[in-house]
């Protein structure tokens, strides 16, 4: 049970394929985080949030709380006191964690996001939401393509010589990938095929920002071959943290909390 007096601050990023949450107290420390699959519904994942939350002891309707939803289900949380976009959200939390100028790239499961920090504000943005091609969708598909976890994926690519998978369609890059298995390329190649293909991607998404010092949200942000090929082909090194998939909750949580005060 909470023992920290005050206002509670909540966010809750509920994301296409996962959803994150994180409390704040009065005095702005994280004191509880959640992660669970965001599943079928983003309705249903909120219920899950509201039962995990009350299980911890941090009920959505006590009178000291504020609730804050952003993300892409953001809309189907009845219990939110506001809601705030993803962009917006992922700036303040990226600024808690990583400091307040910068550029913030988030790889998510369905889309890519680069935020420009100035002085802990968003200065401007770039999405990538046309193809599943530069996000984390691609890399789990092309793992369960391969028989691996996105995990050994990564090991596998730490191994594996250059290999070029061209297509920006995920579908033909699928195709791609069934074609070199049939020809017996080494599975060690074929995963690094595919994790250059997307850091490649988010690096061009990335580029156009007008530099560093990047930081990497989302959930490859523990994966440790991901961030060192991104730092490569950006020419810069990139700074991430566990803590850094929970941005946009922290971020959310950091509004909710200005509500309660």
């Known amino acids: 049970m ?3 007096a005050g206002g509670y601050g909540i966010g809750v990023d509920i994301g296409s394929t996962a959803t ?7 005095g702005g420390a994280i004191v509880h985080t959640e992660l669970m699959p965001t ?4 309705v ?4 899950r949030v509201e039962s995990a939350l009350r299980a911890v002891g941090f009920p959505v309707d006590d009178p000291d709380t504020r609730v804050v939803a952003t993300g892409y289900g953001r809309i189907a949380v009845p219990y939110a006191d506001k809601v705030v976009t993803e962009i917006t959200c992922h700036g303040i939390g990226a600024a808690r964690l990583f400091g307040p100028t910068g550029t913030v ?11 420009q920090l100035k002085g802990g504000r968003v200065a401007k943005f770039a999405m990538n939401d046309k193809c599943a ?7 789990e598909i092309m793992a369960d393509r391969l028989g691996v976890s996105q995990a050994e994926l990564s090991a596998l690519a730490r191994e594996g010589f250059e290999t070029k998978i061209s297509s920006m369609c995920t579908v033909f890059a699928e195709s791609e990938v069934i074609s070199l298995i049939g020809r017996g390329v080494p599975r060690s190649d074929i995963a690094r095929g595919v994790i250059d293909s997307v ?5 061009a998404l990335a580029g156009q920002s007008s530099g560093g010092p990047f930081f990497l949200t989302g959930g490859l942000c523990e994966n440790g ?7 490569a082909m950006l020419g810069s090194p990139v700074t991430t943290c566990p803590e850094a998939r929970y941005a946009g909750a922290l971020g959310a949580a950091d509004r909710a909390r200005a509500l309660a005060r």
Not at 39 to 42: L, M, R
Not at 44 to 47: L, P, V
């Open 225 to 231: 071959f991901v961030i060192e090929r991104l730092g």
């Open 133 to 139: 091609a530069g996000t984390g969708r691609f890399l």
């Open 44 to 47: 249903d994942a909120a219920g």
């Open 20 to 26: 994150k949450v994180a409390v704040l107290d009065a």
């Open 2 to 4: 909470p023992t920290v």
């Open 199 to 203: 850091v490649a991607r988010v690096a």
């Open 39 to 42: 599943g079928f519904s983003s």
């Open 105 to 115: 790239v988030d790889v998510g499961g369905q889309d890519t996001k680069v935020i």
